[in-house]
């Protein structure tokens, strides 16, 4: 606020009767407000939705935080940390609610963690389980099918990347390539007691902050060619054999740009990174290109999508592509 009065006034005329939480943009003094008691002129603050029937784990409201790693910005490829996530419990509990207490409905620094939850000790303290696995089977114990959750989580992030996908390559002209890149970034998440999920936070520059973060090089450097081919090899990344020998007697037509006897050395190297990104996974999943099973890839046109970039059709397309190959390549 107030750059975005107008879009929050045009946004709350439908929604007169939510409760909103205003905070600085450090985070600090935490409000809730009706819409009538909200200052929309006040500079360095904004506003968010106030979820006010969260689902509650022994009475305490609780946060998601979920990593995901971009590893290119042009075209885009952002996977997310499968294996596990992070809870974060409020220090008290919610109910009786109390608006002047944050410490009800705010994760704060000094939140209380899943090994301290009743109702997640014996799957996470003694069976060992990830705290993922730990919320999982409570959700299943009462009633709720935890990949409602993990599918809305994963549109979310998929959905925001894509919504500011230009930003990333307005502040990505700033490095020397934004293809072979490295940004891990937390989203938190709240969940409402219909296991409705929120988008709350976006955490980013987590590894730049301490000092870690993957030194940003070309793909057309010499060290990054030759390693590339000894772990890749220019026939893993071919795509559409019938199509390209049959059909592709133009590299004009967009369906023929992946073909080998049309790849660009940009478009190689893309690829090239892209298997290797694959290959090397690990306990992450891909969250764009948006992976679908081999069924509806069968049908998925991404290259007719007036929703992505060039770049990310043609990613999506050579995706698509090596997964009609190995189903391995779908997810």
Not at 134 to 146: A, M, T, V
Not at 216 to 243: C, T
Request: with cysteine; glycine share 4%.
């Amino acid at each position: 606020m107030p750059e975005q009065k107008e879009e929050f006034i045009l946004e709350t005329k439908t929604h007169t009767d939510k409760l909103w939480v205003e905070k600085s943009n450090q985070h600090r003094g935490i409000k809730i407000m009706s819409l009538r008691e909200l200052e929309l002129n006040s500079r360095g603050t904004f506003l968010q939705e106030f979820i006010t029937h969260p689902l509650l784990i022994d009475g305490r409201k609780f946060d998601i935080g979920v990593y995901t790693i971009l590893t290119s910005i042009k075209p885009l490829r952002v996977y997310i940390y499968e294996e596990e996530v992070i809870l974060r419990f409020c220090s008290q509990e919610y109910y009786p609610f109390d608006p002047t207490n944050v410490k009800k409905y705010v994760v704060a620094d000094f939140y209380t963690p899943t090994w301290q939850m009743p109702s997640l000790q014996t799957a996470y303290n003694h069976m060992k389980y990830s705290q993922k696995q730990s919320l999982n089977f409570y959700l299943q114990r009462h009633g709720h099918h935890p990949e409602k959750l993990w599918s809305q989580i994963r549109s979310a992030i998929q959905e925001l990347f894509l919504m500011k996908e230009l930003d990333l390559i307005k502040y990505g002209a700033n490095y020397k390539s934004t293809r072979n890149f490295f940004e891990l970034v937390r989203f938190d998440f709240v969940v409402d007691e219909d296991v409705k999920v929120y988008l709350m936070e976006v955490v980013f520059n987590t590894l730049s902050l301490v000092g870690v973060s993957k030194k940003i090089v070309s793909s057309e450097e010499k060290s990054f060619n030759e390693a590339s081919e000894m772990l890749v090899n220019e026939r893993d990344i071919q795509i559409y054999p019938a199509h390209c020998i049959e059909n592709c007697t133009s590299c004009d037509i967009k369906t023929c740009k992946l073909c080998g006897h049309c790849l660009s050395t940009r478009l190689k190297f893309v690829l090239e990174e892209a298997f290797l990104e694959h290959v090397n996974r690990g306990n992450t999943r891909r969250v764009v290109p948006q992976p679908m099973g081999q069924q509806d890839m069968q049908l998925y046109q991404p290259l007719e999508d007036s929703r992505l970039m060039e770049a990310n059709q043609l990613m999506a397309w050579w995706f698509r592509g090596k997964c009609l190959q190995d189903a391995g390549w779908c997810m």
